[in-house]
């Protein structure tokens, strides 16, 4: 792997260490658990009566022991025994029924928090998929939302637990002999101080071994589709993919030995000095014991309750180091939240006039969102975020499609003509100017309005790796079989998809991956037929084609655009010779407009346009500009 990418992954991890946790935070997370907080009341008392029943029984030990040393009769001994019983029994019960209530307790915080970023992340607008890296996105949803629910279940709540029985075990302790309890808690701070070291570094290398785990499911999400699969094979060196890959892997076996030797380190010193403290107890003890100042059954006890006090302390010590690492993963959830979607649903919202739909530009600039107002540096896997703003884009771009009527755009590669195609659909919004759509600024439209309103056919028309039939559903979830067929027929697919050995549940591969360039354009205008949208975008639909395709997508397009409002973005100047208007656009502008004669009588720019193309080589075939 490149050295910068370790250093920025380093730096992401290192400004996460240093951040403080905030009040703020907490406070949030309380409110994630307010729902759950009778649940949440339950466990805790439940907790207090387990540290309880856990205190009693070393003390009802003691007193059998009393009881066989004083001689005073077996009817006190069998009844201790029963209570024992009984108490073993109960302590039983409660545990489940504690871990039942702490696993509905993390399991429905997981939900909450997963359907919450989920939905949050749909409402993201596009530039936030374009920077983001889908694996680190993925990794925020499965892994930072587990390690929150961890820390809220079993980290929160493990500390209520411990400190309960800590403090009554220590107040029984020291009632019984508090010269003891004082001389066996010496050793303590012997442990407990390098106990918290190592669960600092515990802590820090769970926390490279998440980035790395992070890093590798971005790798594989990305190299693993079968668009990166192609690209890697095609040009990519699949020995050094799979070189850094294991470097990494390579690197978490490494942080998982260290992780599980320091954890044992740990547990085997916490049974060392607990062994040694139980010594000093029976010792002491004894020899109190013998002098008659303690009882034998206060020695029993004392012993019992001591193996019972180390654990919790432990536990308590490396608490601090535990929550909040796993708080971090909280933050790291509601990082994802509190972006704020650039383009969202006004409250006013309406929908589109019903009718014939106009389109309309008016004196609209644009440029693209710099990367700090709608992205994460740590999901796109850089240590800080670009914060120039965009170059401007598109420039004072006015011009009117009337309810019926076909506009053009035509121009070189990067003049802005998709990006004046996504700003309809509020896949972007406009900086200056408004965009209209029935008279109405996009911006005053719900997006359900404008998706009925709207179709478009993107340069990579996109298939979700599913059956044909579901890409299809996708565009108006009521169809019926016959709605399908009749857009197949329209969209001429239909004696293709009719020859296919699973016709309509044919699964199309990932992206599409399995269809022809041209079935898969064809398959994407029969999804836009079947919203029968007012108006319609096509953005190159036919640019990858070769002839005998672009016929057929043709043929399909034809019957996308009979009358609707159409916006066609087109290389092959054939496909606009018809368009109302051609807009010509260089470098964000619009240069000319006007029909075909009007600007072949112009001579201008779109005549120079017309001319390479149809002087050259006087073939539709040959393309205006490299397809982009
Ligand atoms: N998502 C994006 N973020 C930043 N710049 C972009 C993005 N998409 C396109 N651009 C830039 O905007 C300009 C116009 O691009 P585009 O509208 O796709 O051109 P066209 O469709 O006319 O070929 C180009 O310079 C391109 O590099
Ligand atoms: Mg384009």
Redesign the pocket.
Known sequence: MEVTAWMSLHHAMNAQDRRPLSRATLRRIGRFARPHRRMLAAFLVFSVLMAVLAVATPVLAGRVVDAIVDGSGTGTVVWLAVVIAVLALAEGALGLANRWLSSRLGEGLILQLRTTVFDHVQRMPV?FF?RTRTGALVSRLNNDVIGAQRAFSDTLSGVVSNLVTLLLTFAVMVGISWQITLLALVLLPVFVLPARRMGRKLARLQREAAAHDAAMSTQMTERFSAPGATLVKLFGRPARESAEFAARAGRVRDIGVRAAMVQHVFVTALTVVSALALALVYGLGGFFSLRGQLDAGAVVSLALLLTRLYAPLTALASARVEVMSALVSFERVFEVLDLEPLVAERETAGTVPDGPAAVEFDAVSFA?PSADKVSLASLEEVASLDTRG??Q?LHEVSFRAEPGQMVALV??????????AQLLPRLYDADEGAVRLGGVDVRDLTFESIRETLGMVTQDGHLFHESIRENLLLARPEATEDDLWDVLRRARLDTLIASLPDGLETIVGERGYRLSGGERQRLTIARLLLNRPRVVIL?EATAHLDSTSEAAVQEALGEALEGRTAVV?AHRLSTVRAADLILV?EA?RIVERGTHDDLLALNGRYAELHRTQFDQRPTSETPLEPV?
């Open positions: 530039a374009t693209y965009g170059v884009v121009g070189s590669s990067g003049a802005g003509k998709s990006t004046i953005d973005i656009i964000g982009g």
